[in-house]
């Protein structure tokens, strides 16, 4: 069983930047791929980065970058340029079974309770 735990969210203006982080526990992270994810008020959640196992491939939205660091057990969302489109509650989420990146909410696992982003214009 895996617990995430996001933080890093916050009030930034638009045209700013902002870093989440995720810190995983319970669980062996070099075998879950990882992905943030969002979901603003009346919408759907949507996936924003993913990153495999390895770290090895990536997907990322536009001005987002994802990044995961295998020692600390972490794995961070960098949001640049950021527009008030981009105000929602991010999420992040483990896949598991060695089966490498997903794309939609189904694919993964294990979720954290998300932190909110708030962009000020």
């Known amino acids: 069983q895996v617990q995430l735990v996001e933080s890093g969210g916050g009030l930034v203006q638009a045209g700013g930047s902002l870093r989440l982080s995720c810190a995983a526990s319970?669980?062996?992270?070099?075998?879950?791929?990882m992905g943030w994810f969002r979901q603003a008020p009346g919408k759907e959640r949507e996936i924003v980065a993913a990153i495999s196992e390895s770290g090895r491939n990536t997907y990322n939205k536009g001005r987002f970058t994802i990044s995961r660091d295998g020692a600390k057990n972490t794995v961070a969302l960098q949001m640049n340029n950021v527009t008030s489109e981009d105000t929602a509650v991010y999420y992040c989420a483990a896949r598991s079974m060695h089966v490498g990146v997903g794309y939609v909410a189904a694919d993964y696992d294990y979720w954290g309770r998300g932190t909110q982003v708030t962009v000020s214009s």
């Open positions: 319970g669980g062996t992270f070099s075998s879950y791929a």
